[in-house]
């Protein structure tokens, strides 16, 4: 069975900074993009960023050039480093994984339980 576990949520004031890691582990033969979404509450759940496993990424137009995605494939880790934080960005933050379970043929989409950020001063 595959698992992601998120860390690195947590308070935060505006103007500051935040770094998310989530790991995935289990039964991995292979991991595609990576990635983080958010949820609001009363909102609909939204892209934050994406990674492939060649590095190319992809960001929401709300975080683009405050947040950064990588990975250290190595780890199976996905990290979101989050800069210049505002209030709008207090959210819960999923982790998402697209990776083939060793047991299985087919590629499916995974989630962590998310992890709370709060902006606020």
């Known amino acids: 069975q595959v698992q992601l576990v998120e860390s690195g949520g947590g308070l935060v004031q505006p103007g500051g900074s935040l770094r998310l890691s989530c790991a995935a582990s289990?039964?991995?033969?292979?991991?595609?993009?990576m990635g983080w979404y958010r949820q609001a509450p009363g909102k609909e759940r939204e892209l934050v960023a994406t990674i492939s496993s060649g590095g190319a990424t992809n960001y929401g137009v709300s975080v683009k050039d405050r947040f950064t995605i990588s990975r250290d494939n190595s780890k199976n880790t996905v990290y979101l480093q989050m800069n210049s934080l505002k209030p709008e960005d207090t959210a819960v933050y999923y982790c998402n994984g697209k990776i083939r379970d060793s047991r299985l043929t087919m590629t499916l989409n995974y989630w962590g339980k998310g992890t709370q950020v709060t902006v606020s001063s």
């Open positions: 289990g039964s991995i033969f292979s991991i595609n993009s």
